[in-house]
């Protein structure tokens, strides 16, 4: 009962002769029911463990790029201080509107050549919309929702670990 079909077909296809073969076989073989239940479990089992190790990671590139832009915006500020301290007629920065000076052009005065400076091209933004705030005193820039300097040890709210002031842990 069980046989292969054997169908040979000849054409003349640009000049050369193509045969073409097709074979049917009788007896098919594919998978159980058991063995696609026993691949589903595995599957569910790896997604299982993988999910909440991939929806941390969210989280922790959002901390550590906010981290980032702590530390760019108080290299900011730093410029913009070194400029104040170049040309007396660069206007100080406040905690009002630290952040549109920042990004606005300034001209200092710099070797006795005016020059047209832009420190910042846009400001950078929080990922999760957090605010960031200025220390004048300090020149430290600090956000409401992630906190570089916060106890150690507690890397799932964004807080650095012991000694760790610039990077957020990790």
Request: with cysteine; net charge negative.
């Amino acid at each position: 009962n069980h046989y292969v079909v054997q169908v040979f077909y000849k054409s003349n296809f640009l000049g050369k002769e193509v045969k073409l073969m097709f074979k049917r076989m009788s007896e098919e073989r594919g998978f159980t029911l058991i063995e696609l239940l026993i691949v589903i479990l595995i599957l569910g089992a790896l997604a299982a463990i993988a999910a909440p190790r991939f929806i941390n990671m969210t989280s922790d590139a959002q901390r550590d790029t906010c981290f980032t832009n702590q530390a760019a915006l108080e290299t900011a500020v730093e410029q913009y201080n070194y400029y104040i301290a170049r040309d007396s007629r660069v206007p100080e920065l406040t905690e009002a509107n630290w952040t549109e000076q920042l990004a606005a052009k300034i001209t200092p005065t710099i070797n006795g050549k005016e020059q047209s400076i832009q420190i910042l091209k846009r400001f950078p933004t929080c990922p999760t919309n957090g605010k960031y705030e200025l220390a004048l005193e300090t020149g430290v820039v600090t956000c409401n929702k992630h906190n570089r300097t916060a106890d150690a040890g507690d890397n799932t709210t964004g807080t650095a670990d012991a000694g760790d002031n610039t990077t957020g842990g990790n």
